[in-house]
């Protein structure tokens, strides 16, 4: 399941994304996107902290929307590891032994 509420705001659109990005729900999102109208106030972005999931199509989509200049925000742990592996290309050995840093 997927919530997407669309929001303006002065700064630009914010999409708030709720629960799994994964499977058909990544198509809701793509749609959602592709709605916002333009605006010069700025970048939108894409609120992934309600986000419990991320599969492969919503990792691709989210580097999509990411190179097409959305700002990605997220909250847990692993969807930030996403988040930093798409905006930065790189991964923390946190992200993959989520243990790890625990004493």
């Known amino acids: 399941m997927l919530k997407i509420t669309v929001r303006e705001e002065t700064a630009g659109a914010t ?5 799994r990005l994964a ?17 010069p106030q700025g ?4 609120d992934l902290s309600g986000v419990t999931f991320i599969d492969g199509a919503g990792k691709a989509l989210l580097t999509r929307l990411w190179k097409e200049g959305a700002q990605l ?14 905006t930065t290309g790189a991964t923390s050995d946190a992200c993959h032994d989520p243990g790890k840093d625990r004493p």
Request: a negative charge; proline letters at 5%; charged letters at 25%.
């Open 15 to 19: 999409i708030e994304v709720e629960g």
């Open 73 to 86: 925000r997220a909250a847990g742990c692993l969807t930030r590891c996403i988040v930093e592996e798409i």
């Open 23 to 39: 499977g058909a729900w990544v198509g809701e999102l793509d749609r959602a996107w592709r709605a916002l109208p333009a605006s």
């Open 43 to 46: 970048a939108p972005t894409v």
